[in-house]
């Protein structure tokens, strides 16, 4: 059975067309292409083998083994993730709950150290984006980690790019999303940066908190020979998103390299489409060669408004207090979220 107030409205007014008149339907129809996009495998097998039942013809006769492939691909996919003894239940408040394992070795430092046994990890982000994200946005995670952002962005109805730099994070964000049924989330084993290449990543324990250096491998500090390091690749936000199609939100939380994944969305931030939530390191940023004043040079003041995200929710925030030695940026014990929003003509 197929909970339809579950689909976007395209597909549920596709799915009420194919009921009241199925043999009017014709597999060539942009519903049928919005039904591959909308619809779970197993619906989707089940609906093309009965478009094939009341219209057999040439287009349809093919779909069916499409939409058993479809099936059996998820099934393989699943078979391939990490198993999991415990799973941790995290109440987002009103009614939202997601799973996340805690008992892998690559998830342990988050969910023991990072993610409060009661209560949850950056109540004021959680807050921010159960407010305002909405069914259809694109959302970019620089910085997934486990995939905590990833999953609760999914869960309100994003589709969500995790890009994690710890290869062997990926699959425990694949599993998290996948205990959820949060299929939107893709993920994505790459450093987003300011140039396209590749960067070292020693091979330690999975943590928070931890660095690519560009600089090794420009400086031939390690070759790839080298049997402690991962070959990461490193992109640009630029070269991954096209004009006409730019996310609605990219959250930044990269220890320090923000400065270097803003000067690779050039285009992303002239094009004024795209809310970005920065995590400011103000303590890291020297060692990736980035001033605060350097961080505000992407975002004219007459086309982009600062605010800086609090208990109390979006605080605006000055040009000034973000350079000021003494203010609340530069102070920040940790990292500072600050959201760069454009403003609107």
Not at 160 to 179: F, H, K, R
Not at 293 to 306: N, Q, R
């Amino acid at each position: 059975m197929i909970d339809i107030l579950s689909l976007g409205p395209d597909i549920r007014a596709m799915w009420r067309r194919m009921l009241a008149e199925p043999a009017e339907v014709s597999v060539a129809d942009e519903t049928l292409r919005q039904a591959i996009i909308g619809l779970e495998p197993n619906a989707l097998a089940k609906l093309f083998r009965w478009q094939n039942c009341v219209r057999p013809d040439n287009e349809s006769s093919y779909l069916p083994s499409r939409g058993q492939r479809l099936s059996e691909g998820r099934s393989v996919r699943l078979s391939t993730l990490p198993r999991t003894e415990r799973v941790r239940n995290v109440d987002f408040g009103d009614g939202l709950t997601l799973r996340f394992t805690d008992d892998h070795p690559a998830a342990r430092v988050f969910m023991r150290r990072v993610l409060p046994s009661r209560g949850l990890h950056e109540p004021e982000l959680v807050n921010y984006l159960k407010s305002t994200v909405k069914r259809g946005d694109l959302i970019v995670d620089i910085g997934a980690h486990a995939g905590y952002v990833s999953c609760l962005a999914a869960a309100l109805g994003a589709t969500v790019i995790a890009a994690e730099m710890q290869p062997t994070l990926i699959p425990i964000i694949q599993l998290n999303a996948a205990m959820n049924g949060l299929w939107r989330v893709h993920t994505l084993c790459a450093a987003l940066g300011d140039r396209l290449g590749m960067v070292p990543a020693m091979r330690v324990g999975p943590s928070p908190g931890f660095q690519a250096s560009v600089g090794q491998w420009e400086r031939e500090d390690y070759p790839l020979s080298s049997l402690n390091h991962d070959c990461i690749p490193c992109m640009t936000l630029d070269s991954l998103f096209p004009a006409k199609s730019p996310p609605t939100l990219v959250k930044v939380d990269v220890e320090g390299a923000e400065g270097l994944v803003l000067k690779g969305a050039h285009n992303l931030i002239e094009a004024r489409q795209t809310r970005f939530m920065v995590e400011v390191h103000g303590h890291l940023i020297g060692g990736f060669g980035t001033t605060l004043t350097e961080l505000l040079k992407p975002f004219p003041e007459d086309c982009w408004s600062l605010s800086m995200l609090t208990a109390d929710g979006l605080v605006p925030l000055s040009r000034g207090r973000f350079v000021d030695p003494a203010g609340p940026i530069a102070t920040h014990a940790h990292n500072a979220p600050v959201l760069f929003e454009p403003v609107q003509a």
